[in-house]
């Protein structure tokens, strides 16, 4: 198995992150969100969106205070939807972080890919209640737009000035690893220079949230909402849901560098797999987990022994936890006993398909910042899941390579490979 992980035909163009920006329920900017993650606070807190006194489940992530207006005029607020203006105000925190304008750059070198999953969710819902209740004359015709699963990066690039590329995947949860890993092959492979890759989402719409309480996947622990999601813990119940994107500025690196931009780490790998096992469940030998993180570490030419830090799925379910742990243990072989790895989903929520795209920007910030964040609430751990999840306290480390896994609905799995750069 190390034979092949060292055997690879990589592109020799080198990607490397240049800016970032989040609109999270642990923050709006890159310090508060590392705050909030390092110091283990989570942002669990009653719903206060739509009234759950029927509901099971009664607590989440949300964002708070965010005003649309601040980043877009009101008319463009009123007619996105929030999964949308949580894409664009990311996106624009991106840019200004990384101190660069795309319409100043070849059109033709420059995109943007947006991951989701339910993009839209809350207009379509909206959208459906006026139909049914005053009938098709007093609807939005922004209804459409908005129900259209690709507006985020259509509505992104339009505003930001990009015209060379504009997509949106949806892998589920994957879907943020995945938008930025693709973004990155195309740097490598020379179609473009520069890309805009991130996620967002807006699971709190109140069918979406409803259905997950029936799935049972989500915490009951609502008389204490911000010790309510405890991955790898023994009394775990579920996740705690979220929502908000995360956008980051991907460059090849001669042009970083000739622009004299902050590097802030060095994109090495991409990895993805389906199970193709079952709608929700992962595969109990968590095959994908494993096709996944072995794929990334062959394209990053990195030895598993060379990995610092795992940010894990980590979701807090009674069969993930379990199963993510077995396939890293296998993956990694000896190494897993030394590997550091953690879940910062109980400080932000579980942002589904914007999840992988917050949690490499905490990987980035990892290895900036040279330490590992917690896995908080972990008080009594589960004997089947016995690796070290850094519990309850962030550890000073000086990380040269961390991976971001994650996994979504339907067996869809993927990794990403991140290292410092320059090499330490």
């Not at 996740?239 to 000739?258: C, I, K, P, Q, R």
């Not at 000896?334 to 920007?361: D, F, W, Y």
Request: aromatic share 8%.
């Amino acid at each position: 198995m190390v034979t092949s992980l060292l055997n690879s035909d990589l592109p020799q163009r080198r990607v490397v992150i240049t800016g970032m920006g989040v609109i999270s329920p642990s923050g709006k900017d890159l310090t508060t969100l590392w705050d909030s993650i390092r110091n283990g606070i989570s942002a669990g807190a009653p719903v206060t969106r739509f009234d759950t006194a029927k509901l099971p489940v009664k607590i989440a992530a949300e964002v708070k205070d965010f005003d649309p207006c601040d980043y877009m005029d009101a008319k463009l607020a009123r007619r996105c939807d929030r999964c949308t203006q949580y894409a664009l105000a990311a996106s624009i925190n991106a840019l200004a972080d990384a101190k660069i304008n795309f319409e100043d750059l070849d059109a033709d070198r420059v995109g943007v890919i947006e991951g989701t999953t339910v993009s839209g969710m809350e207009s379509m819902f909206l959208g459906q209640q006026v139909y049914l209740n005053k009938g098709y004359e007093k609807l939005s015709p922004f209804t459409v737009i908005n129900a259209y699963c690709g507006e985020g990066s259509s509505k992104v690039a339009f505003e930001l000035g990009i015209k060379g590329y504009a997509m949106t995947f949806c892998s589920g949860c994957a879907s943020g690893n995945d938008a930025i890993g693709y973004a990155a092959r195309m740097i490598q492979d020379d179609e473009v220079d520069v890309m805009l890759a991130g996620a967002t989402d807006d699971t709190l719409a109140e069918p979406m949230y409803g259905g997950f309480c029936l799935l049972r996947v989500m915490s009951r622990r609502n008389e204490t909402p911000q010790q309510a999601m405890r991955p790898f813990d023994r009394e775990r119940d579920g996740f705690l849901l979220g929502e908000g994107a995360a956008f980051l500025v991907l460059e090849e690196l001669s042009h970083a560098l000739a622009r004299g931009a902050r590097i802030y780490a060095e994109f090495a790998g991409h990895g993805r797999s389906c199970e193709a096992y079952h709608s929700t469940d992962t595969h109990p030998e968590g095959v994908g987990f494993g096709r996944s993180m072995e794929k990334a570490l062959r394209r990053a030419r990195i030895h598993p022994s060379e990995v610092d830090y795992l940010n894990a799925h980590g979701t807090a379910t009674a069969t993930n936890d379990p199963i993510e742990t077995k396939a890293i243990k296998r993956v990694f072989g000896e190494h897993s006993a030394r590997l550091a790895l953690s879940s910062t989903k109980p400080v932000t929520g579980h942002l589904m398909g914007a999840a992988g795209a917050i949690e490499t920007v905490v990987c980035v910030l990892a290895i900036r910042e040279q330490e590992i964040p917690p896995t908080i609430n972990l008080t009594e751990p589960d004997p089947t899941c016995d690796l070290d999840y850094v519990p309850n306290r962030p550890r000073p480390y000086p990380v040269k390579v961390a991976a971001n896994l994650n996994a979504g609905f339907g067996g869809k799995n993927a990794c990403l490979i991140l290292k410092a750069f320059p090499d330490r």
